[in-house]
């Protein structure tokens, strides 16, 4: 294999997609525990990505604990979904996605385009049993890919296992398409680059450990669907829209939330002060005065809502700020940041609430909107894993 490797490696750098390559290989690094894969790949990724004439802002797996206990990922890794939350955590723009449904070309296409500029790195999370190889659940980056030949170059992170190897394009596809046991979630891919003059985002993050779907958002979904039964004001709108989300929050089991944040055992001077400038945004906007003004969120379904509302001690220490968060709050930010699907002719709920919401959210400042912009894709991704 490996003399066969070496003239596709080459003639793929003739051709233009392996420009990722050589930074890449210079960046190479192997993961220190068993389960570190998402988090090597993810470190390696950015590495390769910044500035070489720029010391700061290098990372290996260890600093990653401010945004994720690693203790768990050392017991069972990190899902997709909290890859691509921690990706956002260090300064990278995300673009993830599913393969499900997705046809060979365009899948394809996808990897021609990111391999053939030198500011792109794309990530798969796949089945290592779907390729032949020992193994479950794997992630790793890709240096390149060999138009033809139609394969990707897989760089291993896992390399007291398998070296680089070349995969074809549908194998690969058919490994990503496959169901994390430990989320019942569909794997998918994402494309990787450095945030142009946007930091990452704060707080708030869609809960990627429970499977929401069946008991929440179809119900969401459904009201959102819907037209308007009489003539309504727009606080008569999100009045309704509250009590809906109440009512979807209270048939999720005790252990099931929609909205939380990731536990930071250690937070810096700098991050608190990012935090609380997210909250006081949030506090002033017009949807958050609107909120407040309505007495249903004095009501016990709402503890399903955020987690800080039922666990108010306990996450208190995963987070010293967790403190500071109120339901009106929480539902801001989850009105702000659904992505309602709308047509430019519907008259629905969801219509009139994405009228506002647009508006709205155009006022506010950059940090918020980039809070907004990161809970969108992520709910996003996490309905494509559902269709």
Same mark, same amino acid.
């Given at each position: 294999?490996?003399?066969?490797?070496?003239?596709?490696?080459?003639?793929?750098?003739?051709?233009?997609?392996?420009?990722?390559?050589?930074?890449?290989?210079?960046?190479?690094? =192997?993961?220190? *525990?068993?389960?570190?894969?998402?988090?090597?790949?993810?470190?390696?990724?950015?590495?390769?990505?910044?500035?070489?004439?720029?010391?700061?802002?290098?990372?290996?797996?260890?600093?990653?604990?401010? !945004?994720?206990?690693?203790?768990?990922?050392?017991?069972?890794?990190? $899902?997709?979904?909290?890859?691509?939350?921690?990706? *956002?955590?260090?300064?990278?723009?995300? *673009?993830?996605?599913? =393969?499900?449904?997705?046809?060979?070309?365009?899948?394809?296409?996808?990897?021609?385009?990111?391999?053939?500029?030198?500011?792109?790195?794309?990530?798969?999370? !796949?089945?290592?049993?779907?390729?032949?190889?020992?193994?479950?659940?794997?992630?790793?980056?890709?240096?390149?890919?060999?138009?033809?030949?139609?394969?990707?170059?897989?760089?291993?992170?896992?390399?007291?296992?398998?070296?680089?190897?070349?995969?074809?394009?549908?194998?690969?596809?058919?490994?990503?398409? $496959?169901?994390?046991?430990? =989320?019942?979630?569909?794997?998918?891919?994402?494309?990787?680059?450095?945030? %142009?003059?946007?930091?990452?985002?704060?707080?708030?993050?869609?809960?990627?450990?429970?499977?929401?779907?069946?008991?929440?958002?179809?119900?969401?979904?459904?009201?959102?669907?819907?037209?308007?039964?009489? *003539? +309504?004001?727009?606080?008569?709108?999100?009045?309704?829209?509250?009590?809906?989300?109440?009512?979807?929050?209270?048939?999720?089991?005790?252990?099931?939330?929609?909205?939380?944040?990731?536990?930071?055992?250690?937070?810096?001077?700098?991050?608190?002060?990012?935090?609380?400038?997210?909250?006081? $945004?949030?506090?002033?906007?017009?949807?958050?005065?609107?909120?407040?003004?309505?007495?249903?969120?004095?009501?016990?379904?709402?503890?399903?809502?955020?987690?800080?509302?039922?666990?108010?001690?306990?996450?208190?220490?995963?987070?010293?700020?967790?403190?500071?968060?109120?339901?009106?709050?929480?539902?801001?930010?989850?009105?702000?940041?659904?992505? !309602?699907?709308?047509?430019?002719?519907?008259? =629905?709920?969801?219509?009139?609430?994405?009228?506002?919401?647009?508006?709205?959210?155009?006022?506010?400042? $950059?940090?918020?909107?980039?809070?907004?912009? !990161?809970? %969108?894709? +992520?709910?996003?991704?996490?309905?494509?894993?559902?269709?």
């Amino acid at each position: 294999m490996v003399e066969e490797g070496v003239p596709w490696l080459c003639q793929c750098v003739s051709v233009g997609h392996m420009g990722v390559y050589f930074k890449m290989a210079e960046n190479f690094q =192997t993961q220190s *525990e068993l389960a570190y894969c998402g988090l090597s790949s993810l470190v390696m990724a950015y590495n390769t990505l910044k500035d070489p004439d720029i010391a700061a802002g290098w990372w290996d797996e260890d600093m990653l604990h401010c !945004y994720i206990n690693l203790d768990a990922v050392r017991g069972n890794g990190i $899902t997709f979904g909290q890859l691509l939350y921690l990706a *956002e955590r260090i300064g990278l723009s995300v *673009e993830g996605y599913s =393969t499900h449904k997705m046809s060979d070309d365009c899948f394809r296409s996808i990897i021609r385009s990111a391999t053939s500029t030198d500011d792109k790195v794309v990530i798969v999370n !796949y089945h290592r049993g779907c390729l032949g190889q020992s193994g479950g659940g794997h992630v790793v980056p890709l240096g390149g890919y060999s138009a033809s030949r139609d394969m990707v170059l897989v760089m291993d992170v896992a390399r007291f296992k398998y070296p680089p190897h070349w995969v074809p394009i549908p194998s690969m596809k058919k490994a990503i398409d $496959t169901v994390d046991g430990s =989320t019942n979630e569909r794997r998918g891919f994402c494309v990787v680059s450095l945030a %142009k003059d946007a930091k990452p985002h704060i707080f708030f993050t869609p809960n990627l450990l429970v499977n929401v779907s069946d008991v929440f958002v179809k119900q969401w979904v459904s009201w959102l669907s819907c037209e308007p039964s009489h *003539e +309504q004001s727009l606080l008569e709108l999100l009045q309704e829209a509250v009590s809906m989300l109440g009512v979807c929050a209270k048939g999720l089991d005790r252990d099931s939330f929609v909205l939380t944040h990731e536990a930071l055992h250690e937070c810096s001077a700098e991050h608190l002060y990012s935090t609380r400038g997210l909250f006081d $945004t949030i506090r002033v906007s017009d949807l958050h005065s609107m909120l407040l003004s309505m007495a249903v969120f004095s009501s016990a379904e709402w503890k399903h809502v955020y987690m800080g509302i039922r666990m108010w001690r306990g996450l208190e220490r995963r987070h010293p700020m967790a403190r500071d968060v109120t339901v009106p709050m929480v539902m801001a930010v989850m009105l702000y940041s659904w992505p !309602y699907h709308v047509d430019a002719d519907a008259s =629905t709920n969801a219509a009139r609430l994405a009228m506002f919401i647009e508006n709205s959210i155009a006022k506010q400042s $950059t940090v918020l909107q980039r809070e907004v912009a !990161y809970l %969108k894709q +992520q709910w996003l991704f996490k309905a494509s894993q559902d269709e």
